[in-house]
């Protein structure tokens, strides 16, 4: 029997890209690593020496970077910028450490160490391979490298005891694309894993109740 | 590229559209990795070319120690030793044991954001380096494990054994 390709062709193509965008799509959401930080806020230190940029424009990024779970949710946490140090190796010393690494890791970007016992979250510290990419700060100017507050979110993201998510477009998705400016800003399944692992204090307000309706409470 | 729309259409011919359809499904599946940390993905091919050593095999223990590496850190790293091997590319030893970064020792457990962590019993591919010491290392860290499935499925996934075992091959040509 005579195959006919024509016919065939689109509908195998159509099929591949239906796996392609369920893949996509959010099969499944945010992943918690597990542990999460006693406190409401957690200091860091930044040593900011770098191949790329100078330290003053590396310090104002990660802050950004780190800033976004605060500002941009209504978790009951936050990450607190802490300083400048000359610290350029990371242990389970409880300072929580960013650094620059002259050094490549494989594909990878940037690492995040995170140490933890039965209490929860004691250390966490994250290191960019300095040596592998170029690293920009802003949203333009990029150019085969990456912009550093959103690498960053993604690593804080860990940090603060977040897993991957397969939701594409989200912070904690696992890849991201060269001069991305997306992961800067959450995406709902961000915010939802943030604030699973730290509910807001204050509930957020009651939607508006339309006119015409009466609330009856029963005993 | 800008399509002229005047252009005739003709019917695709068939191999070039089944090797592009299974291409586009190799690809799309081997792009949600969890093990990633934000690196680029690179293609199963790729990653083949690229290590010394590639096993299939079952993680019969795992052993964590602290280590000072070649930066100063000081780390939990493991040994995942690895039974059941199944070589695809190159000569292993008679032990294979895989180390990786992250672990636990006297309740204190550290996780690595771009490397997964193993149990016993878990079964997965192994793109591995040779480093110093003769350590076998996953090569390009996290991307160099794909954890399977009980039906020898990538986790997360569809991508099956069978299908890198393909890769492999095609790399190895």
């Not at chain 2, 180390?99 to 878990?122: M, N, Q, R, Y």
């Not at chain 2, 591995?128 to 986790?155: C, I, T």
Request: with cysteine; aromatic share 8%; proline share 7%.
């Amino acid at each position: 029997m005579a195959t006919h390709w024509h016919r065939v062709a689109p509908v195998l193509v159509s099929v591949v890209l239906l796996g392609a965008l369920s893949q996509s799509s959010g099969i499944r959401a945010f992943t918690l690593n597990g542990p999460s930080w006693a406190a409401s806020s957690v200091p860091y230190l930044l040593n900011p020496a770098n191949l790329d940029l100078s330290a003053n424009a590396v310090e104002a990024t990660i802050q950004s970077g780190a800033a976004v779970w605060a500002n941009q949710t209504n978790a009951s946490f936050d990450f607190s910028y802490a300083g400048r140090s000359a610290q350029t190796t990371i242990t389970n010393d409880a300072v929580n450490l960013v650094i620059f690494r002259n050094a490549s890791s494989g594909s990878t970007i940037a690492t995040t160490y995170y140490w933890y016992n039965s209490s929860g979250l004691l250390d966490a510290d994250i290191v960019f391979w300095d040596a592998g990419f170029d690293f920009f700060s802003g949203s333009s100017g990029c150019s085969g490298g990456f912009y550093i507050e959103d690498v960053a979110a993604h690593e804080f993201g860990h940090a603060l005891g977040l897993g991957h998510t397969n939701v594409s477009g989200a912070t904690m998705y696992p890849s991201i694309s060269y001069c991305s400016t997306g992961p800067r800003s959450l995406h709902a399944d961000d915010i939802a894993g943030v604030e699973a692992l730290y509910p807001p204090s204050s509930p957020p307000p009651l939607p508006s109740i339309p006119t015409g309706f009466r609330i009856v409470t029963t005993p | 590229m800008p399509v002229d729309l005047n252009t005739p259409r003709t019917a695709p011919k068939p191999r070039l559209v089944l090797s592009l359809a299974v291409a586009l499904l190799v690809a799309s599946l081997a792009s949600s990795n969890d093990a990633l940390a934000q690196g680029p993905e690179i293609p199963v091919v790729e990653r083949a070319q690229r290590a010394d050593l590639i096993v299939v095999g079952e993680v019969e223990a795992v052993q964590s120690n602290w280590r000072v590496n070649e930066y100063g850190d000081r780390l939990i790293v493991s040994a995942v030793r690895l039974g059941s091997v199944e070589t695809l590319k190159g000569q292993p030893p008679s032990t294979v044991t895989v180390e990786v970064e992250g672990g636990s020792i006297d309740g204190v457990t550290l996780k690595v954001s771009d490397l997964p962590a193993f149990t016993p019993g878990e079964r997965a591919v192994f793109f591995l380096s040779r480093a110093p010491g003769r350590r076998l290392v996953p090569n390009l860290r996290g991307q160099g494990v794909m954890k399977l499935d009980q039906n020898d499925r990538v986790e997360g996934t569809g991508l099956s054994l069978a299908e890198i075992r393909q890769s492999v091959a095609a790399a190895g040509r």
